[in-house]
Every structure is written in C-alpha cells, then in structure tokens.
DNA sequence: GTAGGGTTAG
C-alpha cells in the first residue's frame, strides 16, 4: 500500500467508503483521448487499481473493453505494479492484450512500462516483440532492453543493441551505462565505454563508478579499479563493496580487509554482500580467527543464503570442519552451494567417507547436484583412493543428473588411476577424453608419476606441461631434478638454461601461520622474523629429540621435491617447519596450529608434522594449495596420500 | 518506465 498511499493522498482523507467515486472524479480526466466523454467503469477501474485490488481491477477492465473505454498510460502502470507485486504473469499478459486492442498504438512511456513489465517476468521474447513494434524508441526503451540482455546474460546481444542505440542517435545515461558495463567482455570495450562516460560527463555518478569498479576487478584491471575509487569524492556502501569485493575476488585478501577497516572508520555499517567478501577474504588467507568474529557479525543476517555459504568455505578451507558442519546443521535455506562446499570441503580435508555421506544425504534431501558437486565427490573418491566409486560416480553423471564430464572431472579420475598406480589407465584415459587435455591434466599425471617414481612417462608428461604452460616453474625443477637423478647432466643443464634464457624462477616456499589475529609469513631458510634465532635453535631441539624417537630427514626426495633443489641442511629450513615452530613457541599449550602453503608439502616436513602433532599432543593442520593435512596422534587425514 | 556490490571448483 505504500505506493498507493504517495499517490492518492489528498483522496483518502475522507472515510466513508461512498465517496471513492466521488473523490476519484478528477482522476477520471485521466481518460483516453478513444472514451466516451465520462464513464463510471473507468472511475471504477482507476479506483481498483490504485487500491491494489486485481480481480476488481481486471473485470472492470474487461468490462471497459466490451464497451471500448480505455484509461491512460499512468493509471495501467499501477496496474502493471499490482500484477508484478503478485507475479500475476498471466493478469500482466491479459493487460498488455488490453492495451492493444482495437488496434490502440500505444505512447513510448506505456511501451516501456510493457516492456519492463515483460522483463521482470522473464519473458525475453515478448519484451522484444514489443521493443520491435515501438514506432519511437527513447532511452528508457533501450535501457530496459539491454539491461534484460545484461541480466539473462546475453552480453553480446546487449552490446549490439548499446551499438544501435547510439546509432540511432540516443545519448546513454547513467542507467544504461550501469547497465552496459556488466557486459562488456574485454578490456578493450570496456575502455571504449570508459572514454565514453567521461565524455557525457557521467563519470561522477555513483552507480556508474561502482560497476566500472567491479567491471575492472572482474577482468583483472585491478589498478584501474583502485583507481576509479580512490577517485571518488562521496563513496556508498555499494562503492565500498565493489572494491572489497574486488580484492577479495581477486585473491588479495590483505587489501580487501584493509579497505575493510577503512570503510568502518569511515561510518559504514557492514551489509551482507560486505560480510560476504571479507569472509571470501579470511577464506583466501585462512584467518580463522578473524573469520570467527565476522561470524559473529554474520548472526544479524541470519537466514541470508549466500552469506552462510560464505561462512561455511570459510570454515572448510581454514580446516575448522566441526564449525562448518554446525553452521550447516543451523542453516534454515540451503542450496546446491551449500552442500557442494561441504562436501568438497570434507574431501579437501581427508574426509573422504563423509564427503560421500554428505552427497547421499544431498541426494536424499531432493537436491539435484551440479557441476562442482560432482567434482567434490570425486575429489574425495580420488583422495582415498576409491577406485571403484569414483569410476562409478563418473560414469554415471552424465545419465544419473545430465552433467557431461568435463576436464575437471577428467583430471579428478586421472588423479584417482594415478595415485592408486594405474598409469597405465591414466594415459588412456588421457587419450581418450572428449575434450583437449590441457597443462593441469598432465601435471595430474606427472603427480602421480612423481608418487609411483615412474621416470619415463614422468619426462614425457611434464614436457606436455611445458608445451601448453612454458612458464611453469614448478614442473622445470622437477624435470631437471628427474635429469639429475638419472645422471642426465645434458638435458639437466639444458632445463637450466631454459630457464634462465626465459626468466623463470620458482617462487620460494613459503608458509602463513595466524596468532593473535595477525599473520606471521615464513619462506625457506627465513631469516627475517624477530624470532628467527628462538625457531631455530627449537627446530634443532626438536629434529634431534624427533632423531632420538627414529626419524630420519629424507633428503633424497628428488622426486618427491616440490620445494625446488635444496637439499640436506636446507630441508631443515622449509618454511612449515619454522612456522610449526612459531606455532609451537607462540600458541597456548594443546591448541591447533594453522598453517597455508604456497607449495605442496614435501614428504619430509609430512613425516616431521606427524610426529610433533604426536609428541606434543595438539593437532596440525596444513593447507597446501590442492589439499589439507590434519595431523593428529602421529597419522595425517590424507593417509600419507597426496 | 530504465542502473551498481556478495557464495561452491580451477
């Protein structure tokens, strides 16, 4: 009644129900030029459809037409509210059928409201028609059309008809600009469009920059968009998500939260699309803890779905799987994302046998699975090595849920044949994919290669690798230390010349460790934290009190190593054992230690993270960028499987 | 009558 109340105001003031008719005769002038000079059907209809009423409205209606009496444009736009209001889909038709009856030609403002009408109901094909039928098209025509365009998206489709609207002649807005930039495809359209803003004097509108914002970040234009912001004289909360969702989106985690703390000092209150990206920010950093407090922030919006998603990844990748199942068990909507994260979540953490529970109970529950559902119970099937169920998943997706595998799925049964030693399998498989194998599928098989030591076939897919991924640091040193082991010295130093001919080192290992809400960063052989000297001389204490109880470093991991060339003495030094260490100096007694890997963990710092977690009784969870590893009471989550 | 921001994999 909101509406109805901003309109008819100065009509309500009186009680009695008798004098509507009355009240309304002014409104009554708001006839058809094609009516009888006064109608009571028509002053019943207006009356009915400013106060909402859609039955009454629709027979006057009917009863208008059989005595070919029509109202004006703004009375069948209230209409159209009360229709959309109820999404009354087939009342709107009837209307829109109303208006053009007797061969009525409606004016351009009517054709829009049509037009929006159509729109918002998601009939495409029918909001063009009518487009195509308007005798003069004004901005607002063309704006509806390609926003619909943008949101059902169609970008190209949008970016046609932006082209022929300013063919024709018609000067965008900031509505159509707001519009059009979700569309573009390339950072070329989208400087074009940015010239074209500043040169109609539009660039200061707050809804143009925040989609200029979020366009630049989300084609990796990240300067450009902290440039557009900073900018910007008189930000809203809007702007400030754009930019926090920006950096979050774009795996700077760091920034995303400082902008963070910036917005709050400026006096914005936190929504749920902020909450939303600075959890996707913890989530990328893996700062439990802060995680923890916005959670706290995240109750005011209880039953938001995307927000819950949000928190549910957040506790997954940060390996807090207990939070992420409670969270989930309080959730009063889920959806496919909810149970995907979870069950990829559990996969993703060793929890194999429960991802699998999970995806029964999601089958149970009605919910049809999609794409990356299906890629996290294969994840789980290939991390425990269930062979069987994860051919059996695999093969049946296409008929059980009409999902063609992708390369994805193809890469997670390459893995599964690869781990379980079946490399023979795994190259078939490779052959015989529908679509073209790509850097990631044969470095999926140069994985397992690596576990099952197979030289031959190991030198074979890591030159694929290199073929379609040139700068692929990572798979060099391992070629050139499979070379060395094989006393190849020719090829070992032609890989290095490779290397250094093209620019390519391999980023050095490093590790992130949260205490206090602050993160502590270490690489290998660190020697710039203030506590470098402490967390040396106990990681010495702590490898030979390990020596004393059977361990034995391994230094001959050559092709094991994701670390690089270091050996002996330097393996001392992998940053996540200095950051266990740190943990182990810094955080209370029993407490978990947290660490995230840039790099896969090397068998050595697996071994060694097994027996502190025994020795000293807590638990050790370690993110590496494909996995995690919880150690717990000397055994690891993974199986020693990875 | 037409506009801007948030979730799962890689």
């Not at 000079?37 to 006057?60: H, Q, V």
């Not at 004006?72 to 059928?97: F, M, P, W």
């Not at 922030?297 to 928190?311: G, M, P, Q, S, Y």
């Not at 049809?368 to 051919?391: E, Q, R």
Request: with cysteine; hydrophobic share 40%; glycine share 6%.
């Amino acid at each position: 009644m909101k509406a109805v109340s901003g309109k008819i105001k100065h009509i309500r003031t009186s009680p009695s129900s008798l004098s509507w008719s009355y009240s309304l005769a002014p409104l009554a002038s708001r006839t058809n030029p094609r009516n009888p000079p006064s109608s009571t059907l028509l002053d019943e209809f207006i009356n009915f459809c400013y106060r909402r009423d859609l039955p009454r409205a629709m027979k006057a209606m009917a009863a208008m037409e059989r005595h070919g009496i029509y109202a004006d444009a703004i009375t069948y736009s209230e209409l159209i509210k009360c229709c959309l209001a109820r999404n009354a889909v087939e009342q709107g038709k009837l209307v829109h059928k109303h208006v053009f009856s007797n061969g009525y030609q409606p004016k351009t403002f009517l054709f829009n409201i049509l037009i929006a009408m159509f729109v918002k109901f998601n009939l495409l094909e029918q909001a063009q028609a009518l487009f195509d039928q308007m005798p003069e098209r004004n901005v607002v025509s063309w704006t509806t059309i390609i926003s619909a365009y943008v949101n059902a998206k169609l970008s190209d489709r949008a970016l046609e008809f932006f082209v022929l609207m300013l063919r024709g002649g018609v000067l965008p807005n900031m509505y159509t600009f707001s519009s059009v930039l979700r569309a573009c495809n390339g950072l070329v359209n989208l400087r074009q469009l940015h010239c074209g803003i500043i040169k109609v004097g539009l660039e200061s509108d707050v809804f143009v920059r925040s989609a200029l914002i979020d366009v630049y970040s989300k084609l990796d234009e990240l300067k450009d968009a902290i440039c557009v912001f900073n900018e910007m004289e008189t930000k809203d909360l809007v702007v400030w998500n754009s930019i926090i969702g920006g950096l979050a989106q774009n795996s700077d985690g760091d920034e995303a939260l400082n902008q963070f703390k910036r917005m709050k000092r400026a006096g914005f209150t936190a929504d749920q699309a902020t909450l939303t990206s600075v959890l996707r920010a913890c989530t990328g950093l893996a700062l439990l803890e802060v995680g923890r407090q916005v959670h706290v922030h995240v109750l005011k919006f209880d039953v938001d779905l995307i927000l819950n998603n949000a928190l549910l990844d957040m506790y997954c990748k940060s390996g807090s799987l207990e939070d992420a199942k409670s969270v989930f068990e309080r959730m009063v909507y889920r959806d496919v994302i909810s149970w995907s994260t979870m069950i990829a979540g559990l996969a993703q953490n060793g929890f194999s046998r429960e991802a699998l529970k999970f995806f029964d109970l999601m089958k149970a529950s009605g919910m049809k699975p999609n794409y990356i559902t299906i890629l996290g119970v294969l994840f789980a099937c290939s991390h425990a090595g269930l062979v069987d169920d994860g051919w059996y998943y695999f093969r049946s997706m296409k008929k059980l849920y009409g999902i063609d595998p992708g390369r994805e799925h193809y890469g997670c049964i390459i893995d599964l044949l690869g781990r379980a030693g079946k490399l023979d399998e795994a190259v078939k498989l490779v052959q015989e994919m529908e679509c073209e194998p790509d850097a990631v599928t044969w470095r999926t098989l140069l994985g397992a290669c690596r576990v099952h030591r197979n030289v031959d076939l190991a030198i074979y897919a890591a030159k694929q690798v290199l073929k379609l991924d040139p700068g692929d640091a990572g798979t060099y040193v391992l070629l050139s230390n499979i070379y060395a082991n094989s006393e190849r010295w020719e090829d070992v130093s032609e890989i290095r010349r490779a290397m250094r001919d093209k620019g390519i080192k391999k980023a050095p290992g490093s590790s992130w460790i949260e205490v206090n809400k602050q993160i502590h960063a270490f690489i290998l052989g660190d020697t710039a934290h203030p506590k470098i000297n402490e967390i040396n001389r106990r990681l010495n204490q702590l490898i030979h009190k390990l020596m004393g109880m059977g361990y034995v470093p391994d230094t001959n991991f050559v092709l094991q190593d994701l670390e690089g060339e270091q050996r002996d003495d330097s393996l001392r030094y992998h940053s996540e054992k200095l950051a266990i260490v740190f943990g182990l100096i810094s955080l209370s007694t029993g407490s978990a230690i947290r660490i995230r890997k840039n790099l896969r963990i090397c068998g050595d710092c697996h071994t060694f993270a097994k027996l502190v977690a025994k020795m000293d009784c807590r638990l050790i969870v370690i993110r590496d960028p494909i996995r995690y590893h919880h150690f717990q009471n000397g055994v690891c989550s993974c199986g020693d499987f990875w």
